[in-house]
């Protein structure tokens, strides 16, 4: 990590209260992400708290969970963040990772981060999940990424 992404991220902890109110506002001169309402309820009490300071390592442990032993459940699935998370667009539909107003850009792109999930995953509702299609064919596909991500992560 950078230090400009340290000194970042520092600043959105110390300001996480006022990304919630969604607007863009200016705190002694800082301009803050504008982070987009979620569609629906959140699925627990705590996890507005939760997923700001964990959503990374959470999303790559049930990653390790579903690829390495085959949990399908829906809590921290990635479709279920896209679906909750969706943002309209002006044309009426979800809009993709590739529009800025994207939430997972929201944060993203004020502190650098870059993800490369979307390449396989779906960014919004009901788009192709190219994860899903890979993990179809007998498995193998999974297997190879399995395998990948023990070696990466070692
Ligand atoms: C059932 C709906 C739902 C699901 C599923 C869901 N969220 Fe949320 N999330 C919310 C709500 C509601 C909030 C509170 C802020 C708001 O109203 O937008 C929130 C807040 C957040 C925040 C803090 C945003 C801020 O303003 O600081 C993050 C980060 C986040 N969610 C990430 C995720 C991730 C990652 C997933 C998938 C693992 C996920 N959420 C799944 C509804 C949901
Ligand atoms: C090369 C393609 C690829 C990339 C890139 C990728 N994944 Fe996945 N991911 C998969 C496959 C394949 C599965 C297994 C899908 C299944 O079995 O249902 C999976 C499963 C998951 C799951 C559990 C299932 C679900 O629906 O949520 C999570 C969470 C997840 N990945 C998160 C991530 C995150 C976070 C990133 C980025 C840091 C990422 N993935 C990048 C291919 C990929
Ligand atoms: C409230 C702000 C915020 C929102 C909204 C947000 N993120 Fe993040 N995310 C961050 C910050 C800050 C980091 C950098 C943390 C670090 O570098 O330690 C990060 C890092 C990540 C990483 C790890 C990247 C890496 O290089 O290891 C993943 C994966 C990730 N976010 C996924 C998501 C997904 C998927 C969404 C949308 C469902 C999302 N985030 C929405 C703030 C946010």
């Keep these: 990590m950078t230090s400009f992404r ?3 991220l520092v600043l959105l902890v110390l300001i996480g209260a006022p990304v919630a109110a969604a607007l863009a506002q200016e705190a002694s001169g800082v301009p803050l992400p ?3 309402k979620a569609v629906k309820p959140a699925p627990d009490a705590n996890h507005e708290q939760l997923m ?3 959503h990374m390592s959470l999303l790559k442990h049930k990653r390790d969970l579903t690829v390495h032993e085959g949990d399908r459940t829906p809590q921290y699935s990635l479709n279920e ?4 998370h969706a943002v309209t667009g002006g044309d ?3 809009v993709t990772v590739a529009d800025p107003q994207h939430f997972c850009r929201a ?7 870059k993800i490369d999930c979307f390449e396989c995953h779906a960014s919004r509702p ?7 299609g890979l993990a179809a064919p007998g498995e193998s596909a999974v297997a190879a990424l399995s395998d990948y991500l023990q070696e990466v992560e070692q």
């Design 6 to 8: 340290q000194i970042a």
């Design 92 to 94: 009426g539909k979800a």
């Design 107 to 113: 944060c993203h792109d004020y502190v650098a981060v």
């Design 81 to 84: 963040c896209v679906t909750c």
């Design 34 to 36: 504008a982070v987009p």
């Design 126 to 132: 009901g788009d192709e999940d190219k994860a899903a």
């Design 52 to 54: 700001r300071s964990n």
